[in-house]
Nanobody
Framework: QVQLVESGGGLVQAGGSLRLSCAASGRTFSNFAMGWFRQAPGKERMFVAAVSGISGSTRYADSVKGRFTISRDNAQNTLYLQMNSLRPDDTAVYYC????????????????????WGQGTQITVSS
């Protein structure tokens, strides 16, 4: 079992930056692949970024490549999402997710592959 708590959301102007954090507890953090997803009102939850457990291999949705960076600090049991050059269409509730990894380099881009989810944090980007 893993418990996840997101923080760092809020209101930001277009072109600005935010850094989200996801604090994890309950199991050995480095054994879990982690991901970020987002959901806008009336839309389905969509993949944003993922990172593998030990190797730190990463993958990004095309819409955020070059603007967002996913990272993890295994010593602090924390996942991060650095968001730069924010746009109004980045407005959504952002969720972190975790699942047991099957190899050093394994990461997952489908929400159905994750067993554990945080409660989400709201990001609003104004124009």
């Amino acid at each position: 079992q893993v418990q996840l708590v997101e923080s760092g959301g809020g209101l930001v102007q277009a072109g600005g930056s935010l850094r989200l954090s996801c604090a994890a507890s309950g199991r050995t953090f480095s054994n879990f692949a982690m991901g970020w997803f987002r959901q806008a009102p009336g839309k389905e939850r969509m993949f944003v970024a993922a990172v593998s457990g030990i190797s730190g291999s990463t993958r990004y949705a095309d819409s955020v490549k070059g603007r967002f960076t996913i990272s993890r600090d295994n010593a602090q049991n924390t996942l991060y999402l650095q968001m730069n050059s924010l746009r109004p269409d980045d407005t959504a509730v952002y969720y972190c997710a975790a699942r047991l990894s099957v190899s050093r380099g394994a990461y997952y881009t489908s929400g159905s592959e994750y067993a554990y989810w945080g409660q989400g944090t709201q990001i609003t980007v104004s124009s």
